[in-house]
């Protein structure tokens, strides 16, 4: 028997702990929130949007490796460490990928890399022309884990800087439903009447146009882009949580601490917010993890369609668009690997949404 001391708090984390399927996912959207946060780090690409293209090293296999010409800009770029990781860095480097090459006189010679059994051209540089300040070899083998897509990039590197995208529209989406929710469903739940009338009426309204339809319509209206799509999401699903937050509310203020509040003289705003609020906070929390995993398909479906995240931004719906003909060329990984990050990330907040109803159900 558990201590009488244990607060709710506790007890629900206690029974969290037991879920093993709940753990897991916590454990793997921290990982896959880490994996983002430090995407520039590790990513092999760490140019901005890890974009470094080379056609002729398209739609390589996983585990591809080829040699690397590096000619160094005769202008560095300088940039902070803070901006490094945030944003990647701007290369002016040139990478050149050959199948062979010789140094004779100061003078590198080197033979361009051509697939399907192809000879590239041969070409020649001076290295007194490109000397470098560091000591970085000129030429070096670079390994593509994941192989690249069909513009030559890392696919490693832009799945990493993908995942990005995923956490970012969650959590801003979320955001965004829970302050507009959250007030209208306590105006509507708490006062009732011809007020609570008039907001149903909005939800409703809301509710019956189809989620992406709706989305679509406020994007085509604030524009493509990146934080146009955060608010479009985030406009959309709020009516899930104004319905909860109203149904707890109006169950809530016929309890007797709301009571003793009102006899108090305690207002309204202090009423809903420090004494109703914390007291359903559950269901809330519930909610907001299947928002999170409903917001990051929205997402990539918009991406998708060609009108969430623009290019060169790396987006895994954005992926799977330029690469879904590709299941029927033989090389279906380019599709299904971002394909799996949705799926485990979707799935790991569809799990943890479910292991948090079960620890903070007071009545099991």
């Known amino acids: 028997m558990s201590k009488s001391g244990d607060s709710l708090s506790k007890l629900a984390l206690r029974k969290f702990k037991k879920n093993f399927w709940g753990v897991l996912s916590f454990w793997v959207i921290v990982s896959i929130g880490c994996l983002s946060l430090f995407a520039y780090i590790i990513a092999p690409d760490d140019s901005q949007n890890a974009n470094q293209m080379h056609l002729s090293i398209h739609s390589q296999k996983p585990g591809f490796k080829v040699q690397m010409l590096f ?48 000879i590239g051209a041969e070409k020649f540089i001076a290295l007194k022309d490109y000397a470098r300040t560091d000591s970085k070899p000129y030429v070096a083998e670079k390994a593509f884990l994941f192989g690249t897509d069909k513009y030559g990039r890392d696919l490693l590197s832009r799945v990493l800087v993908g995942s990005r995208i995923s956490f970012s529209i969650g959590f801003i989406a979320v955001f965004i439903s829970l302050v507009i929710g959250i007030f209208m469903g306590s105006v509507a739940g708490y006062f009732g009447g011809k007020i609570d009338a008039l907001i149903m009426w909005v939800i409703n309204v809301t509710w019956s146009i189809p989620t992406l339809l709706l989305v679509i319509a406020i994007t085509l209206a604030l524009g493509k882009g990146f934080w146009q799509v955060f608010i479009a999401v985030g406009l959309t699903m709020w009516v899930e949580v104004a319905r909860v937050v109203r149904g707890q509310i109006m169950s809530a203020k016929e309890m007797q601490y709301v009571t003793a509040a009102k006899a108090l003289g305690f207002h309204h705003f202090r009423i809903i917010t420090r004494h109703i609020l914390p007291n359903i906070t559950a269901p809330i929390i519930v909610i907001s993890a299947a928002n999170f995993a409903a917001a990051i398909l929205i997402e990539s479906g918009l991406s998708f369609l060609g009108i969430g995240a623009q290019p060169p931004m790396a987006s895994w719906g954005a992926m799977i668009k330029d690469h879904y003909n590709y299941i029927i060329l033989g090389k279906p990984y380019l599709a299904i690997i971002p394909g799996l990050c949705i799926m485990i990330l979707v799935m790991a907040f569809m799990l943890i949404g479910n292991a948090l109803r079960d620890a903070l159900d007071v009545k099991s």
């Open 71 to 118: 000619v160094p800009s005769e202008s560095e770029q300088k940039q902070s460490f803070i901006s490094d990781i945030l944003f990647g860095k701007k290369h002016d480097e040139l990478e050149i990928p050959i199948s062979e090459h010789t140094i004779k006189n100061d003078t590198l010679f080197y033979t361009e890399f051509a697939s399907d059994g192809l």
